[in-house]
């Protein structure tokens, strides 16, 4: 049966909606004035330093950032790093995890031990890099992807997961004919679809956010990532001087402030557009991934 709630819950209920409330629009706020602030012209920015509703919308920003194809070719990479980044991340995350949910396979603890190890120590930036010299990966998409093929956080938390899955399935799984691969791909991947949008998420994300790498790795401007590309772009508009040439005679360099504001969100929105259709298994893979050690 259920009980009607005492004042002591409602009061409860009532502070965590009130408290959630302000955190959501905290963190709605800055996101909202970094929209609007991209279309409003230079004078208001200067007038006003929080812009919500805008009193004249302009795409002058915009025009400025897509005022080459270069974008759009930096888009494409971008693109193509993070589909094919997620796809080989989450193979071998996959692979190696299940592995290590297997308690008869030898040096298990010794693999883990290690994965676990770098959380906290690394190689370092010249020691990654020295590797990925050595490898012939200067220049090449690969030098964006394979480094950070597998993150350790993420492995655990899909072993976690692995390892929460039911014994029984699994048995009769093999007593059915199914090898290890057969189970994995049969059995335990299907059953792990919110680990799995889960931690595709975390990594089309980093793949997405692809900077620092590509800086040190992409000498090739044809293949920066629109990261790089759109750092480059607020880097000439600072130093701008008024030269419009190319743009138009009516063409008005918006202010620096504005640019910024619109690189971030061109960087952000397409990122943002996945993640509802991963929602409703973020929660539950989180979630129930960090339940069992």
Known sequence: MFHEKNWGSRIFDLCNVLLLTVIAVVVFLPLFHVLMASFTTAEELARKPFI???AEFTLSAYRYVMSTDTIFRAMTVSVGVTVIGTLTSMVLTCLMAYGLTRRDMDGRKVIMFLVVFTLLFNGGLIPTFLIVKNLGLIDSYLSLILPTAVNAFNLIIMRTF????????????RMDGCNDLGVLFRIV??????????????????YWNTFFNAILYIND???????VLLRQIVIVASQFQGDSSGLGEDFVKPPEQTIKMAVIVISTVPILLVYPFMQKYFAKGALVGSVKG
């Open 52 to 54: 919500l509703i805008p």
């Open 162 to 173: 692995f390892l929460n899955l039911p014994e029984g399935i699994e048995e009769s799984a």
């Open 189 to 206: 991947i299907p059953l792990s679809a919110p680990a799995i949008a889960t931690i595709s998420l975390f990594y089309a994300v980093n």
């Open 221 to 227: 401007t044809h293949k920066w990532p629109i990261q």
